[in-house]
């Protein structure tokens, strides 16, 4: 009996409020560092090749703010036909609490947009990916409206798994203005959320994407072969993501989205917004 009013207690308190650690609107780029690679040998196939060099990374001032542009652009770099932009957070947060970042996601043939979170270097104690865990709040492709929000889970590549089966948001997002993509990760569940924000320390507004409980995920130790206990991979520190590629094999598996590359083509991103679950990780 009071083991379960223990229970309910704590289950009460999860209905998470949140306190902000993260309020990033590009005065400058020190909470990012930017990935350098070219890509076309990633497990993505992607065509572009990431630079740090301005063109593709910069901040500028649109509708009176700053924002971080993130620019897809036709030329040839080094053995690429492509450049891009992909930035990552310069430390990792989490885990668990509410993640959103207010973007304007460029759509168009080839262009593969996505705001996300992975641990740095696609390990963790897990493992490699997707052992590690990846959270997909955003991507988009081609010129079709829909939006993906997924998990990545299981074992090392290629024993990978992912949640939701369905992972198409389920309503046609706007994708000519700035929106919230976010994503409330708690130890039990994850949800994904779009137009979400926090007001007073709660989710206020929005609609939600999906909500997808920790019994759906796990990760698997690759020498074993078996299962981590708790809710393991989403139990550890993660980094944020943004990017925009070019081709790579989902994009490029619809037909006709490869071809008559929709570059340039940029990411606009105003704000980025880390929030920590107000009670202390041990009460959860
Ligand atoms: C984030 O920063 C912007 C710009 O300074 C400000 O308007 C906004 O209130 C801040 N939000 C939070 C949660 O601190
Ligand atoms: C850009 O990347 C190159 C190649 O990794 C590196 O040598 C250079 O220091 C980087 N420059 C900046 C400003 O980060
Ligand atoms: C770059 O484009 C040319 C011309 O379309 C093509 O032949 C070549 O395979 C492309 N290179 C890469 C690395 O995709
Ligand atoms: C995976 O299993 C091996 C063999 O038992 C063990 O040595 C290793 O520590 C495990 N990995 C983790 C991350 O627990
Ligand atoms: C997946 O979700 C989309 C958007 O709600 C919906 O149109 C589609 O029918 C769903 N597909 C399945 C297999 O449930």
Known sequence: ???SLLVLALASMSAATFINVLNDTFQDLSNWKMMVRYS????????QYYTNRSNNVYITQVNGQNALILKAIQENYLGANFTSGRVYSASSWGPYGFFNVKAIV??????WPAIWLLPPNSRSIYGNWAA????????TICTNTAGYATLHFGGES????????NNTYPFIADWSNAHWYGVDWQPTYMSFWYDAQIVNGVITGGNLISSISSSSWYSVNTTTGQRYPGNAPFDTPFNIVLNVAVGGTWPCSRPGCCSNIAAPAQMTVFNVQVWQNAQSEDQL
């Open 132 to 139: 590690c865990g990846e959270i997909d709040i955003m991507e």
């Open 158 to 165: 290629p024993n990978t798994a992912s949640a939701p089966s």
């Open 1 to 3: 009996m009071v083991a």
């Open 106 to 111: 460029p759509k168009g043939n080839g262009i």
């Open 40 to 47: 076309v040998n990633s497990g993505n196939k992607e065509w």
